[in-house]
């Protein structure tokens, strides 16, 4: 088992985080240290703003040794952010990796944000233990996703975006849809269901773990879904960006 302390921060399109995790228990060993992302979110102040969170947690932590895991809302390839959500979109096909790194003066592992949340999942929450392939969808502005298979991470599978009745399913499926259209929670889970249903078909899950903030409303909707696969509330729900990435670290 990977042990020790690590630094997570959670870069996100309103706030971010960032705390001391203690890698063996998925605990925070700090508290947790929140400030607003900038107005725009241009590569430039979101990496000033990270810096100067960074050395908050770390005095606080009091060690500026510790590794650093930064997760980020975009597709993450070789260390290049390929997508922009809530962001500037300056943030695509840059080297942000690189750029935050030099910044931060140490090395980083540097990760999409829901894949952080899917690791935290598999490691110290829902999905602990569990042998097979495991799906995290987060269910929110959009629907970001996980895919894990015996504990290890298979990067940036965006499930969200698949085709489903012509459309780009989060287009419907996501919780911002249900708010937008002012659906009622059974109308939802219709559109919840055909797209569980089909993720079910292409990959044959052993889990899914449903994250978001929706998911606090679980028994609204869960009992109105009818698969195959067991599939469960996350457990991390804001922190798990933050433990993802700290463990992903150590790893």
Known sequence: MVTGRAIGIDIGGTGIKGAVVDVGTGSLVSDRIKVPTPSGAEPEDVIEA???????????AGDDTLPVGVCFPAVVQHGRTMSAANISKRWIGLAAQDLFAEALSRDIFFVNDADAAGYAEVRFGAAADEEGLVILTTLGT?????????????????????????????????????????LDWAEWAERLQRYYGHLEFIFSPDLFVVGGGVSKHWEEFFPLLDLRTRIVPATHRNNAGILGAAALARS
């Open 50 to 60: 990270t810096r100067a969170l960074l050395d908050r947690v770390a005095d606080a």
């Open 142 to 182: 959009g629907i970001g996703s996980a895919l894990i298979h015996r504990g290890i991470l298979i990067p940036n599978s965006e499930l969200g975006h698949l085709e489903l009745d012509g459309q780009d399913a989060e287009s419907r499926a996501a919780y911002s849809a249900k708010e937008r259209e002012d």
